[in-house]
């Protein structure tokens, strides 16, 4: 089994959390898969949210012309099987709350329709990004272009302000089967159940998200989570058919 391998990276990003929108902008730690099929999708030139709405515009739901499905990024890449494995010593990067005025006119009801946005961002994220090779045309396109450096449209980390930074590219050579029971990389909490017991040799670390996993199909909203695990416990018992070995570590594919 074979894998292109990459590192993604950036001084700043922001996943932002649907959820909240009070104070302030909240983001997730990590990028998501509904996110890095995005960015994935980007590097190719796939459609995105604003394509498929140009395309709809002025159209009714349900009549001829409209298109009532996935953006095209999302289409075509949501199969892909992809592992991401954050860049930092227990999985959790650092985040700091900015504030800027949004001053289009017509952002606020206030006087002046200025808007002050408070929105929290990572500093210096970073993951090692697999994606497993599943023989398709769209995963051979993007091995491509990611080993010439190639990108149809910037790729960004959540937001455009964030410029994306992909480094190291490899193919690798993967092995199925678990060597020392750890797994390196995110993981779902409910297809491998960890250890209570902590690792003895060195300090234990557990990190759980609750991260976007797919999109709603009319609205495009995050249809499904996952609780997402990182930590350097071991694994009890689970489904091991898309863990992989590489270099003596062991990658969880979602």
């Not at 095209?72 to 709350?97: C, D, M, R, W």
């Not at 190639?150 to 050579?173: M, Q, R, S, T, W």
């Amino acid at each position: 089994m074979k894998a292109i391998s990459f590192k993604l990276s950036g001084k700043t990003a922001c996943f932002r959390k649907p959820d909240v929108n009070q104070f302030a902008y909240f983001t997730y730690n990590n990028i998501h898969k509904p996110a890095l099929l995005g960015l994935l999708g980007a590097i190719v030139g796939l459609g995105g949210y604003t394509q498929l709405h140009d395309k709809n515009r002025g159209l009714k739901e349900g009549k001829l012309g409209y298109d009532d499905g996935y953006p095209e990024f999302y289409e075509k890449l949501q199969t892909l099987k992809v592992s991401i494995t954050p860049l930092a010593p227990n999985g959790y990067f650092s985040k700091k709350i900015q504030t800027f005025n949004n001053s289009v006119g017509y952002a606020s009801q206030e006087m002046g329709g200025n808007l002050i946005v408070r929105e929290q961002w990572l500093e210096n994220p970073a993951w090692q990004i697999m994606i497993l090779d599943d023989e398709s045309g769209e995963y051979q396109k993007i091995a491509e272009y990611l080993e010439n450096k190639k990108a149809v449209y910037i790729p960004y980390l959540g937001k455009n302000d964030h410029f994306a930074n992909i480094d190291e590219v490899k193919v690798l050579e993967l092995e199925s089967g678990i060597e020392d029971i750890k797994i390196s990389s995110l993981f779902d909490e409910k297809t491998l159940q960890i250890s209570k017991i902590a690792p003895k040799s060195e300090l234990s670390f557990y990190f759980k998200e609750f991260s976007p996993f797919n999109l709603q199909k009319k609205y495009h909203f995050y249809d499904e989570y996952k609780q997402l695990i990182f930590t350097n416990h071991k694994i009890n018992e689970g489904d091991y058919s898309f863990v992989f070995s590489n270099d003596g570590k062991n990658y969880a594919f979602i």
